[in-house]
Nanobody, 127 residues
Framework: QVQLAESGGGLVQVGGSLRLSCAASGRTFSSYNMAWFRQAPGKEREFVAGVKWNGGIIIYANSVKGRFTISRDNAKNTVYLQMNSLKAEDTAVYYC????????????????????WGQGTQVSVSS
């Protein structure tokens, strides 16, 4: 079991930066692939970035590639999302998620494969 809590959201201007954090409880955090998803008003929740349990694979949605960086610190049970060059279309609630299975070989983008979720943190980018 993994419990997740996001922090770091807020209001920022276009071109600005934010760093989201997701603190996890449980001794097995280091065994889970982790991901960030986001959901804008009136839209479906979408994959943003994911990192393998050992950090060996990192993938991004095309819309954030080159601007966002996902990382994890297994010693601190925390995963991060550094967001640079923010755009108005990045405005959304951002969710941290853990894979339903431990030590999966690949990082998946399908929302249904993630069984543990945080409560979300609002990111608003003003133009």
């Amino acid at each position: 079991q993994v419990q997740l809590a996001e922090s770091g959201g807020g209001l920022v201007q276009v071109g600005g930066s934010l760093r989201l954090s997701c603190a996890a409880s449980g001794r097995t955090f280091s065994s889970y692939n982790m991901a960030w998803f986001r959901q804008a008003p009136g839209k479906e929740r979408e994959f943003v970035a994911g990192v393998k349990w050992n950090g060996g694979i990192i993938i991004y949605a095309n819309s954030v590639k080159g601007r966002f960086t996902i990382s994890r610190d297994n010693a601190k049970n925390t995963v991060y999302l550094q967001m640079n060059s923010l755009k108005a279309e990045d405005t959304a609630v951002y969710y941290c998620a853990a894979d339903s299975r431990t030590q999966r070989i690949v990082v998946l983008t399908n929302i249904n494969e993630y069984g543990y979720w945080g409560q979300g943190t609002q990111v608003s980018v003003s133009s």
